[in-house]
Antibody
């Protein structure tokens, strides 16, 4: 059974960079049948897709956050990561790593989800 | 971006009730609509994909229907474990977007 587990700091200061890692167990990030993504959930804004990446290197980013996001995969550790720069209070949210089913459009449903990592941006 | 509007935002129901939740897309999305269940402090869990296909392991009391812009999630007989928040998500065009959720509470 595939499991995803986020890790990262719980508290980050404004203007700094958030680095989150998702460790995948029970399956490989190398599988071309799937892609790997990050989604966040903030109390007011709700669920927001951030970015996706295939092992092949194909990436897609939410334009609302573009320029601030980097997503990468480390197959040797069976992990993928998210970097989000220039943080503000609006980036405070629970961040989830998820798996998506590959398709031509690169868009699909998400399953499974990691348990989530609460990130608070505050000085 | 495609806007996803869920209604109602919350509802109160009793065990055994039939519950219907609606999700409307701001433009046609075919059947590229998926439903999730989220319990407090937990991650969302996929229930239904492509509008009507039940995810493995999900009780048959859950069903989905619709195409184009209007979609429905139905719980035929509400159980205690079904009290949760439900979200819809479209994957027809980027960015993939979610509804704001429908909270199902115990009456």
């Amino acid at each position: 059974q595939l499991r995803l587990q986020e890790s990262g700091p719980g508290l980050v200061r404004p203007s700094e960079t958030l680095s989150l890692t998702c460790t995948v167990s029970g399956g490989s990030v190398r599988r071309s049948s799937y892609y790997w993504a990050w989604i966040r959930q903030a109390p007011v804004k709700g669920l927001e897709w951030i970015a996706s990446m295939y092992y092949s290197g194909r990436t897609s980013y939410n334009a609302a956050l573009k320029g601030r996001i980097t997503i990468s995969v480390d197959a040797s550790k069976n992990q993928f990561s998210l970097n989000l720069t220039s943080l503000t209070a609006a980036d405070t949210a629970v961040y989830y790593c998820v798996r998506g089913l590959a398709s031509g459009s690169g868009l699909n449903w998400f399953d499974p989800w990691g348990q989530g990592s609460l990130v608070t941006v505050s000085s | 971006d495609i806007q996803m509007t869920q209604s109602p935002s919350s509802l109160s129901a009793s065990v055994g009730d039939r519950v219907t939740i609606t999700c409307r897309a701001s433009q046609s999305i075919g059947i590229n609509l998926h439903w999730y269940q989220q319990k407090p402090g937990k991650a969302p869990k996929l229930l239904i994909y492509e509008a009507s296909r039940l995810q493995t392991g999900v009780p048959s009391s859950f069903s989905g229907s619709g195409a184009g812009t209007d979609f429905t999630l139905t719980i035929s007989s509400l159980q205690l474990e079904d009290f949760a928040t439900y979200f819809c998500q479209q994957s027809d065009s980027a960015p993939q977007t979610f509804g704001h959720g429908t909270k199902v509470e115990l009456k």
